[in-house]
T-cell receptor
Framework: NAGVTQTPKFQVLKTGQSMTLQCAQDMNHEYMSWYRQDPGMGLRLIHYSVGAGITDQGEVPNGYNVSRSTTEDFPLRLLSAAPSQTSVYFC???????????????FGEGSWLTVV | DAKTTQPNSMESNEEEPVHLPCNHSTISGTDYIHWYRQLPSQGPEYVIHGLTSNVNNRMASLAIAEDRKSSTLILHRATLRDAAVYYCILRDTPPKLIFGTGTRLQVFP
């Protein structure tokens, strides 16, 4: 049971390049999310998904796309990288469970992205 | 979304108890109170959560005020490994968590 796995861990991009951050979970969780964390700040929600085929925008969705074709995977695509997207990105997953909204969220170890 | 207010930083000595406060005066009846912590260069990890009653687990205790407008995370005996940023979060809409800036806890030997 690996939990939430993110790849790559580190990446340097040039402005205008595109790339995909991969996220996979092996816990059969319905809910998955992407957050970004800038230095000295808390995490901000980019996009989230409540199940395969269903995605929605969070607080800071501009410049990012997501899709959810399977329960396990939730990739985050940067369409045209900008220096403002330099950040640490965290993927998270959880299950709604019988208690509704009281369940634990599991985070990946993060992906450090630098756009030059 | 309901907001939380936490002190920016707190300090403790090793082996002493730590009380981390959180104010959430606009909490709604369906909001669970979650605490996560983030160690340096790692993703956040779950600490504890509760709705109305005080909660205990192997990591910490959560004391919730009777009116639910504030809560306190209690680390009974702080260790150096507990140095982290602690986030108090209200969650009512899955799967969203709205993070504030949290409380940076420093633990001194």
């Amino acid at each position: 049971n690996a939990g939430v796995t993110q790849t790559p861990k580190f990446q340097v991009l040039k402005t205008g390049q595109s790339m995909t951050l991969q996220c996979a979970q092996d816990m059969n969780h319905e809910y998955m999310s992407w957050y970004r964390q800038d230095p000295g700040m808390g995490l901000r929600l980019i996009h989230y998904s409540v199940g395969a085929g269903i995605t929605d925008q969070g607080e800071v969705p501009n410049g990012y796309n997501v899709s959810r074709s399977t329960t396990e995977d939730f990739p985050l695509r940067l369409l045209s990288a900008a220096p403002s997207q330099t950040s640490v990105y965290f993927c998270a997953s959880s299950t709604p469970g019988s208690l509704g909204f009281g369940n634990t969220i599991y985070f990946g170890e993060g992906s450090w992205l630098t756009v030059v | 979304d309901a907001k939380t207010t936490q002190p920016n930083s707190m300090e403790s000595n090793e082996e002493e108890p730590v009380h981390l406060p959180c104010n959430h005066s606009t909490i709604s009846g369906t909001d669970y109170i979650h605490w996560y912590r983030q160690l340096p260069s790692q993703g956040p990890e779950y600490v504890i959560h509760g709705l109305t009653s005080n909660v205990n687990n192997r990591m910490a205790s959560l004391a919730i005020a009777e009116d639910r407008k504030s809560s306190t995370l209690i680390l009974h005996r702080a260790t150096l490994r507990d140095a982290a940023v602690y986030y108090c979060i209200l969650r009512d809409t899955p799967p969203k968590l709205i993070f504030g800036t949290g409380t940076r806890l420093q633990v001194f030997p």
